[in-house]
């Protein structure tokens, strides 16, 4: 079988240039710390990679997400702890009031003193969240209690779906309150009007018997339903944590997955390289070796 030196040639050339271009791809690996420099090199790798970086991008969000709902749970408790430690300074103040002890000079010393819980709690209800917002509104930004002046009170339930924040794929939480949840007692009773209904007839003097024993008995129920309120808040809260910790293992997950996709051996590129580059000098070696050759040093 005779062999061209045309063929010679261009099989010297395609080896030589196959072995170049390992020897530059196992450089470029080494530098750059991948083995995956473009997605030809791996298509089905590759394809992993990019669904990795969807899930990485969707994780920051959902971790952004997930710290303002967490700040706004947290803010929330500490606001309902205030209030629960306020009904509590008024049930104190409506059982005293209810002994035979209290004259209508001390009585009316109380009723100011619940007036005055009273505006506390309206200012607490219209917190700012951290968010600039008002923290029991409603997602459109209403303002949560509004002091007709009067002694009635009306509450931001026109719009009483409270702003839902993703925090994971077809995840949401429920990151505030409304006022209306937090003081409405049912049968047309909120808190804010009772306690105010109680401080005006303290104050006025007179037998309150009735009114402060009615008085006791809806304090109990709007404790119970702040309580419940708190209770909610506080699961809520316990759910972003332990979303935020699952966030956190699956963030590790795929880091590990995509070392083990994009990651190069540096060590063992290294020996390849080395065994390559001896190779290729050898192959080009010979190669001019036999290329020098003349049909009379055949002969010889």
Known sequence: MQISTNMFYSNASTRLSSMSARANELQAQIS???KLLKPSDDPAAAQQLAELDRKDADADVYATNMTL???LLDQADGVLQQMATQLARVTELATRAATGTENDASRKIIGVEIDSIVQSLVGLANTKSVRGQPLFGTASGGQAVTDKGDGTYTFASADPNVSEV???EGQSVQATE???RIFNLG???NTLEMLSKLATAL???GDVSATISSSLDDLSAATDQLGVVQSSVGARGARVELQ???LMTANTDRADLRGKLEQVDITDAAV???QMMTALSATQASFTKLSSLSLFDYLK
Do not use: F, N, W
């Open 32 to 34: 750059t710390g991948k």
């Open 69 to 71: 709902a967490g700040s």
């Open 166 to 168: 993703p925090i994971g």
């Open 178 to 180: 409304t006022a209306d």
């Open 187 to 189: 049968g047309g009773k």
């Open 203 to 205: 104050q006025a003097g």
């Open 244 to 246: 935020q910790q699952l």
């Open 272 to 274: 390849q390289l080395q």
